[in-house]
Nanobody, 112 residues
């Protein structure tokens, strides 16, 4: 069993940047990983994914602004978020697959 803990969320002005981290309690070497987000009253939305061989994919809404990465030696995944917009406001969750584990989320608020 792997426990995931997200961190790095907070309040940022439009155009600003944040880097989210997802720290795993065990090895993520063989796992694909991804980020999802959910705003109040809305469905959970896929944001980005990175495979065990470092192939990355992004939702159209974040392409060119967000970068997903991983450091297997540190059992950590990251989401670098640049040029943030108010519509990026959400709770951000990290996920592993397979097997599927979820973190508890970290709040990102983009507001002036």
């Amino acid at each position: 069993q792997v426990h995931l803990v997200e961190s790095g969320g907070g309040l940022v002005q439009p155009g600003g940047s944040l880097r989210l981290s997802c720290a795993a309690s065990g090895s993520i070497f063989s796992m694909g990983m991804g980020w999802y987000r959910q705003a109040p009253g809305k469905e959970r939305e896929w944001v980005a994914a990175i495979t065990s061989i470092y192939t990355t994919t992004y939702a159209d809404s974040v392409k060119g602004r967000f970068t997903i990465s991983r450091d297997n030696a540190k059992n950590t995944m990251y989401l670098q978020m640049n040029s943030l917009k108010p519509e990026d406001t959400a709770i951000y969750y990290c996920q592993t697959i397979p097997p599927t584990y979820w973190g508890q989320g970290t709040q990102v608020t983009v507001s002036s």
